[in-house]
């Protein structure tokens, strides 16, 4: 495993968030389903986020492994923090208003983009 890791280049040969296929499939599709949820009711829709929070996190995990993915050592954990945080919303304990669904998304989406971009300025694009 050690040496898949360390095989990794910027020419992208190991990074999934590198190559569009893979970058689609693992957190855009899940991307597009939770804002498709957004029409849903406030149990679905917690259902779908949670799950597709989970699952951009591990694809984000595992990236981040496999190749060294400096936004990925990042966003991972974010993205477990805002699986946590939809919970907690929709189960009342913690108290985002009316507007919550809006609060989390949006911090999901400009915090990811924000982790993405930011983290990759300042420590280079892998790690």
Do not use: Q
Request: proline share 5%; charged share 10%; with cysteine.
């Amino acid at each position: 495993m050690a040496d898949e890791c360390n095989s990794c280049s910027p020419s992208h040969a190991k990074d999934w968030a590198g190559d569009w296929r893979s970058l689609a499939g693992l957190w855009g599709v899940p991307g597009a389903l939770m804002l498709a949820a957004g029409l849903l009711g406030p149990m679905p829709r917690t259902v779908i986020w949670t799950i597709m929070l989970s699952w951009m996190a591990a694809a984000c995990f595992a990236n981040a492994r496999r190749c060294g993915r400096t936004h990925c050592r990042i966003t991972a954990p974010f993205f477990v923090v805002m699986a946590i945080l939809v919970v907690g919303y929709a189960t009342g304990t913690v108290p985002l208003g009316e507007h919550g669904w809006l609060i989390l998304g949006s911090v999901t989406v400009v915090g990811h983009a924000v982790l993405w971009w930011g983290s990759e300025r300042v420590w280079g694009t892998f790690s």
